[in-house]
């Protein structure tokens, strides 16, 4: 069995009146974030991880940013594109592990429906899939509120 690993970042900026999805779950925010799609950072970040792994292109150049198809796009459509695509290729995902840098709100209640959200559309178990998250003590444009970033690997397998 050949097994491969990618990494993702995604990174937007955070406005007032926004809403704020992370993993799939809307989150009570003030702020959300500045984007074409829905703005999920974690998703985009996990889907660049798969696709990386898979030794195909980003994100951007299977959904680009400015293609009036994905305005506003659910990015839990884009994942599960992301698999689709993986699977017709022959890969199998065995886990993701990711982290998602904001400042405000706190995250700890949401992690776990973000990961049986991320879960059940990679039709993979809550235990393949770790969602952590983490402040910057108020650096850099994490800690000014300014922004939001979130980081995935991902391990699949050529079936």
């Given at each position: 069995m050949k097994i491969r690993t990618g990494?993702?970042?995604?990174?937007?900026?955070?406005?007032?009146?926004?809403?704020?999805?992370?993993?799939?779950?809307?989150?009570?925010?003030?702020?959300?974030?500045?984007?074409?799609?829905?703005?999920?950072?974690?998703?985009?970040?996990?889907?660049?991880?798969?696709?990386?792994?898979?030794?195909?292109?980003?994100?951007?150049?299977?959904?680009?940013?400015?293609?009036?198809?994905?305005?506003?796009?659910?990015?839990?459509?884009?994942?599960?594109?992301?698999?689709?695509?993986?699977?017709?290729?022959?890969?199998?995902?065995?886990?993701?592990?990711?982290?998602?840098?904001?400042?405000?709100?706190?995250?700890?209640?949401?992690?776990?429906?973000?990961?049986?959200?991320?879960?059940?559309?990679?039709?993979?178990?809550?235990?393949?899939?770790?969602?952590?998250?983490?402040?910057?003590?108020?650096?850099?444009?994490?800690?000014?509120?300014?922004?939001?970033?979130?980081?995935?690997?991902?391990?699949?397998?050529?079936?």
């Amino acid at each position: 069995m050949k097994i491969r690993t990618g990494i993702g970042i995604d990174v937007h900026r955070l406005e007032t009146g926004l809403p704020l999805w992370l993993g799939g779950v809307k989150i009570p925010s003030d702020k959300g974030c500045v984007a074409h799609s829905d703005g999920d950072v974690l998703i985009h970040a996990i889907c660049d991880a798969l696709l990386g792994a898979a030794g195909m292109r980003d994100i951007g150049y299977f959904f680009p940013d400015n293609s009036p198809a994905y305005k506003g796009i659910d990015s839990k459509i884009l994942l599960k594109k992301t698999m689709d695509t993986l699977s017709s290729n022959g890969f199998a995902v065995s886990n993701v592990d990711s982290v998602i840098c904001l400042q405000q709100p706190k995250l700890k209640d949401y992690i776990i429906d973000m990961r049986e959200c991320l879960a059940e559309i990679m039709e993979l178990g809550v235990d393949d899939i770790a969602v952590k998250a983490t402040t910057t003590e108020q650096l850099g444009f994490e800690g000014r509120e300014e922004g939001i970033s979130a980081y995935a690997t991902a391990l699949i397998y050529k079936l």
